[in-house]
């Protein structure tokens, strides 16, 4: 079954129809209204709050020599805190404990034919092998 674009549309439109007519929401027209008298009030204020900053700086008095002729005084506080710290003090040692090294032992179980030997007397003619016979 092939689903065609309009069909995908269609489904979409139903299900958003669907969900719209569940919800309960105010008409946007009535929002609109109040929203210019909003608007109006918000300009209005800003403009009287700007011209009354202009005006409290306008009061403010500046500095009339300039800055490298002011004097700049630097005072420091000094803030002195009494606090008493208990401490705990840890009397310490070194213990050292030596331990017996552990070593693998050894179990002498296996047959006196297993047992590792030289070339000399394990009793195999390896002049034969050399030879190829």
């Known amino acids: 079954m092939k689903i065609s674009n309009e069909q995908i549309i269609e489904s979409a439109r139903r ?10 929401v105010e008409p946007w027209e009535s929002c ?8 109006a009030v918000g300009v209005a204020a800003s ?3 700007f011209f009354a900053g202009y005006a409290l700086h306008a009061n403010v008095p500046q500095p009339t020599a ?3 002729t ?9 803030i002195m ?6 401490d705990t ?6 213990v050292t404990k030596y331990e017996k090294p552990m070593l693998a032992e ?19 003619p390896y002049e034969l092998l050399a030879a190829g016979r």
């Open 89 to 94: 003090i840890y009397q310490t040692r070194i």
């Open 32 to 39: 609109r209204r109040s929203g210019g008298l909003v608007a």
């Open 66 to 68: 300039p800055l490298e």
């Open 106 to 124: 050894s179990s002498d179980d296996t047959p006196p034919e297993q047992k590792a030997c030289s070339m000399l007397c394990d009793d195999i």
């Open 15 to 24: 299900q958003r129809q669907k969900v719209e007519s569940r919800m309960s």
């Open 81 to 86: 805190q009494v606090q008493t710290v208990r």
């Open 47 to 49: 403009l009287v709050s």
């Open 70 to 78: 002011q004097v700049v005084q630097v005072q420091h506080d000094t």
